[in-house]
């Protein structure tokens, strides 16, 4: 049986690292997007063009959402593993990043429509199929800032911590039908689109804290990601796992 996976925003950085292990296991891998087309065709390219495809679409967007679903089914016939990637609107960067005094509502909302609406949009379009299969693996992707906030990233940090309990509310109800929902959540990632604009002090100040004296890679969440999403991990769900090193321990 070839599995097919569905990862949103896998056109750069971590969600391509994620497409492209997936892909190395022999997943059929939809490759969401929803600007850069020419990324996300590359990285169908390195995964093979018979065993990947890209697909538009705003995750914020129920129908388009729903589309995406429709069209990924079509061209592999199932969807076993989710993975909700996408990241809207929010860049690493510690200079510019407003403190909370400056905040607004509008700003912990676009992140809210981002990742906790788009994660909606995604598994509530992708259920039934998973339900009628009785099987499925959902992978939310989370942040260590829950328990390091080393840079107070104050909505980014908020939708995430509100993804987690999605996550596990979804959890205890998807599991009597043989669906896993699991969070996985990287360190400060060097380097992605997001934490390109991180100065170079705030990866070595994590480096230096890191019991393995480096910063984590997208390569090094990926491959977590791949087993927590596998046929493999069947006893594992609604956990959060930490992947940064030993920056943070549960």
Known sequence: MNRTVLI????????????QAYGAQGYNVIVNYFQNETAANEVVASIGNDQALALQADVRDKAQVAQLVASGKARFDRIDTVVNNALVGFKFDPVAQKKFEDLTWADHQTQLDGTLKGAFNVISSVYPILKTQKYGRIVNIGTNLFQNPVVPYHEYTTAKAALLGMTRNLAAEFGQYGITVNMVSGGLLKTTRASAVTTPEVFQMI??????QKVTTPDDVAQVVVFVGSEKAGGLT?????????????
């Open 207 to 212: 480096a230096q804290s890191t019991p393995l």
């Open 8 to 19: 949103t925003g896998a056109s750069e950085g971590l969600g391509a690292k994620i497409a």
């Open 238 to 250: 609604g956990q959060n796992i930490t992947v940064d090193g030993g920056l943070t321990m549960n």
